[in-house]
């Protein structure tokens, strides 16, 4: 191979694959001890190479190759600290109720899904985008093309609706 030649050719890269591929997958999973990781960092760093082949020589390639494997492994270990810091920041969330709590919670969520699931289409439309997307009934009687007096209808018919199905709202 020429001094200056670069890896733009099919077969070059491929012998260059084939020469440091496997040293380098090496070299980088002994210091991650994850082979997943290993096979991503030595797949990225070819990726690299093929993308810059023009700029990287034949005798520049095997140095380039760990450069860049290298520095990715070390951009993730820095990425990691990172989130680490940040979740050692962030109070507990510990739940501090008490499971009947939570139970009762978590029950009370299923009816209401479900009384909310029973309402008419209309009806339900009307619900959710008043008390979820904190629409005006103006806002709802424009995006439905309904008048406000329909809007309020079908708010009062969903409530009473929900108020039988479950006592508590």
Known sequence: MKEKENVCEEQIFNKI??????????????????????DDLVQDAFIKLWQHCAKVTVQKSKSFLYTITNNAFLNEVAHKKVVLKHAKQQPDKYNHQSPEFILEEKQFQDKLQNAIANLTEAQRTAFLLN???????????????????????????????????????
């Open 131 to 169: 008390r979820i997307e904190g629409k005006k009934y103006r806002e709802i009687a424009e995006l439905l093309d309904i008048s406000v007096k329909a809007v309020e209808k079908r708010m009062s018919l969903a409530l009473a609706s929900l108020r039988k199905e479950i006592d508590s709202i």
């Open 17 to 38: 694959y084939d020469d440091h591929g496997q040293s380098l997958w090496r070299f980088i999973f002994f210091k991650c001890g994850n082979e997943a990781q290993a």
